[in-house]
């Protein structure tokens, strides 16, 4: 069965941290993996994984992929109160067309 | 920005009562997605459809609830008779064929 586990489940950190959200996948025949924030409302995309070892950055978040080993991270640095959200990290299958496989999340809290 | 259109936004129900979602995709998005989100879970796939066809529907819980997207254009769904268990928040999603999938803002659904 295919399965994406998330950890931590939740972290608190301060702001000026940096952070680690690590998302690894059990997935037959996949096809990319993908990492979404979510506030109080929907899931907004923010990067899409096909390769492993290429880096995908936006201003202060950037992940990878390892394809060998069947994980990801997102790192975010010098986090920021609005950097508080539930991130989420999905895969997907070429079996599957275009079905998401999400885990279960990880809450991040950044306090002042 | 395009964005998905979802409503009503919140709902709360009686169990046994009868509740309807509906969805307007992003135009011209031909893969339409309803999730359901449980609290504290990642979003899992309801119902795929591409167009006006059913793609996928295995995790539809089809004694109660249906879905349909008759143009091929939005989308609703529903629930009869809705029970405890189905509180949660229902997620859509459209994207182009193949590509990277755009959510809706949610309905919060709570059932007492």
């Known amino acids: 069965e295919d399965k994406v586990v998330q950890s931590p489940l939740s972290l608190v950190v301060h702001e000026g941290d940096t952070v680690t959200l690590n998302c690894s996948y059990e997935?037959?025949?996949?096809?990319?993996l993908l990492w979404y924030k979510q506030e109080k409302k929907a899931p907004t995309f923010l990067f899409m994984l096909t390769s492993s070892g290429i880096e995908k950055k936006s201003g202060r978040l950037s992940s990878i992929l390892d394809k060998k080993e069947l994980f990801s991270i997102l790192n975010i640095t010098a986090t920021q109160t609005g950097d508080s959200a539930i991130y989420l990290c999905a895969v997907e299958a070429t079996s599957n067309t275009g079905k998401l496989i999400f885990g279960q999340g990880t809450t991040l809290q950044v306090k002042p | 920005e395009a964005e998905v259109a979802q409503s009503p936004r919140y709902k709360i129900t009686e169990k046994s009562q009868a509740v309807a979602f509906w969805c307007d995709p992003i135009s011209g998005h031909a893969t339409l997605y309803w999730y359901r989100q449980i609290l504290g879970q990642g979003p899992e796939l309801l119902v795929q459809f591409q167009d006006e066809s059913v793609v996928d529907d295995s995790q539809l819980p089809k004694d109660r609830f249906s879905a349909e997207r008759l143009k091929g254009v939005d989308s609703t769904l529903k629930i009869q008779p809705a029970e405890l268990g189905d509180s949660a928040m229902y997620l859509c999603?459209?994207?182009?064929?193949?590509?990277?999938?755009?959510f809706g803002p949610g309905t919060r659904l709570t059932v007492l």
């Open positions: 997935v037959t025949n996949f096809r990319s």
């Open positions: 999603a459209s994207s182009p064929q193949g590509r990277t999938q755009y």
